[in-house]
């Protein structure tokens, strides 16, 4: 195996929001630890927006989905190129692209596996337009040896913290669990922030619930959120995960039928549903096989202050309650990182998925390659 040098790698990632491009430029080194040297996020174009919620619904051609893989692939490629102008060509780009579809069934149709994942951002594009190698399409190979092609930051979690659950809180909520009692796990726990953006947009025209103040200004209907608990998602053992395709429009329209009738309220208890449906999945899942001491919330749902205060309020107080700042992590930056990350093992060959976390058969390299020239 050639020998492991450090490297400097942009990370370009987008979650199932799909509100901006998340680029950070890190530099990975062959102990695999990873340092932020800057995070940036860049706002898609409104039009290439509706057409990926246009994709997101199915309500779109094939022309137009495949001309939305290369526009996806030119935003991602400007995102890189913002941080190329300020500090020069990275080693690599590694791009986890625009999930438009994740479908982990293990159904089949004449024998032939159903099981598949769909992320849009052209490499070929982004390495074109940056001038750099570009490593992307990560999830079909965990998918290709019998995983879920999910959750793929578990591996950062399992080199970077100890004896933690690692809940990233994005439009979608999953876990990493990493303990000295067992081999790594992970899973989707369920909803994140997808059901309070969705309604944060139908009733006040707001992309999000900043701080998490509107749910603090209303009360929780104890009622409406044990309707909610009793989705057999919840119940689900892992490995599993899940996606904007289960927790759809159709599905939050269904379940506004019998909320509160204040929107605040509605506002307030998604919001718990989250922190309810993370502290469930740890009295399920995760103390039954694992010893933990702390928790360390990142992404969106870091920054909800009334979020916090509920995962505070319904996890044992015996466990530590971490942000990933608090261990020189960006909350914001912490999933461009992991793909930097996994960047990094692609170029040098090494296996960067996690079999006991995707369900897959055995480790494997994940990623392609797509070259400048």
Known sequence: MEELESKTIIGLMSGTSCDSIDAGLCKVYPDLSCELIEGINYDYPKIIQNKIFKAFSGNISVKELCQLNFEIGECFANAANILINKYGKPDLISSHGQTIYHSPTD??????????????????????????????????????????????????????????????????????????????????????????????????????????????????????LNCLLEDEYY???????????????????????????????????????????????????????????????????????????????????????????????????????AFALLGYCTYYRIPNNVPSCTGAEKSVVMGKISYPN
């Open 235 to 337: 119940f689900n053992p892992p490995p599993k995960t899940t996606g904007r395709e289960y927790f759809s429009p159709k599905y939050i329209e269904n379940i506004l039928k019998i909320a509160p009738p204040d929107k605040e309220d509605i506002i307030a208890t998604l919001t718990a549903l989250t922190a309810k449906t993370i502290a469930l999945s740890y009295e399920r899942f995760v103390y039954p096989a694992a010893h933990i001491d702390r928790v360390i919330i990142g992404g969106g749902g870091a920054y909800n202050k009334f979020m916090m205060k509920l995962l505070r309020k319904y996890l044992p107080k015996h466990l530590e309650l971490n942000t990933h700042e608090d261990f020189g992590i960006s909350n914001n930056y912490k999933e461009a990182m």
């Open 107 to 224: 159904e089949k149709e004449e024998n032939l596996s159903l099981k598949s994942t769909l992320q849009l951002g052209e490499s070929s594009v982004i390495s074109a337009k940056t001038g750099c190698l570009t490593v992307s399409n990560f999830r079909e190979s965990d998918i290709a040896h019998g995983g879920q092609g999910a959750p793929l930051v578990c591996f950062a979690d399992k080199h970077w913290f100890k004896n933690a659950a690692i809940q990233n809180i994005g439009g979608i909520s999953n876990v990493t669990v990493v303990s000295n009692d067992c081999l790594p796990f992970g899973f989707d726990t369920g909803c994140g922030n997808i059901m309070i953006d969705y309604c944060m947009k139908k009733f006040y025209n707001r992309n999000y619930d900043q701080d998490g103040t509107v749910a603090e200004s209303g009360n929780i209907s104890e009622y409406w």
